[in-house]
């Protein structure tokens, strides 16, 4: 089975652009979860959806948003982009409903994006 | 507060054991997770506990004592591509998952 799809892989943009990553969950997972890793750090949770609703909200700037569309892909939209931006961005899903399962996440490989 | 506590680092030798602890303290508990990510990859998810006792998957098993708010990863004949960042992760009443800052976990031969 597919696991989770984040694109692109890897992105470069200058201070003050915009980026857009993408995150396809695993099919028929209910929760998609958005991560910022830097360096020898651990993930900063930052957005949550559920079932296409935002369901929790983390340290994530002003500048950032994210939305769940109906095919349950999700986008991380950022802008005024910062030298501090630089990092890997997790997407991760899980599926929270029913019995089956624990809810673990299963995340993306990620999309390192540098900002120069 | 919400927090979690495990080592910064830790080193063993290849073949050994070695245990990584967690504590945590959360709002309300559902479950307990540990993690491992190698520099650079996602984490990948390795155990899960959420009643009391051990729970064991090979070469890696994870206690959870609720009553004292503390777990343990056991990896047991440890390999070189063991070397990594193992994550312990709570989740609270609210379904939020608080993350520890990782234990980096040094084999030497």
């Known amino acids: 089975a597919a696991g989770v799809i984040q694109s692109p892989r890897h992105l470069i943009k200058e201070k003050r652009e915009t980026a857009t990553l993408k995150c396809y969950p695993i099919?028929?997972?209910?929760?998609v979860y958005w991560y910022q890793q830097g360096p020898g750090q651990d993930p900063q949770f930052l957005i949550s959806?559920?079932?296409?609703?935002?369901?929790d909200k983390g340290s994530i700037p002003d500048r950032f948003s994210a939305q769940q569309f109906s095919d349950y892909h999700s986008e991380l939209n950022m802008s005024s982009l910062e030298l501090g931006d630089s990092a890997l961005y997790f997407c991760a899903s899980s599926l929270l409903s029913g019995l089956a399962g624990m809810g673990e996440l299963f995340f993306g490989e990620g999309s390192r994006l540098t900002v120069l | 507060g919400q927090n979690i506590d495990q080592p910064t680092e830790m080193t063993a030798t290849e073949g050994a054991i070695v245990q990584i602890n967690c504590t945590y303290q959360t709002s309300g508990f559902n479950g307990l997770f540990w993690y491992q990510q190698h520099a650079g990859e996602a984490p990948t998810f390795l155990s899960y506990?959420?009643l009391d006792g051990l729970e064991e998957k090979g070469r890696f098993s994870s206690f959870l004592s609720r009553s004292k708010g503390y777990s343990y990863l056991l990896l047991k004949e440890l390999q070189m591509k063991d070397s990594a960042s193992y994550l312990c992760?709570?989740?609270?009443?609210?379904?939020?998952?608080?993350w520890g800052a990782g234990t980096k976990l040094i084999i030497k031969p």
């Open positions: 506990n959420v």
């Open positions: 959806f559920y079932e296409k609703m935002q369901s």
């Open positions: 099919s028929r997972h209910d929760t």
């Open positions: 992760a709570a989740r609270n009443s609210n379904y939020q998952l608080i």
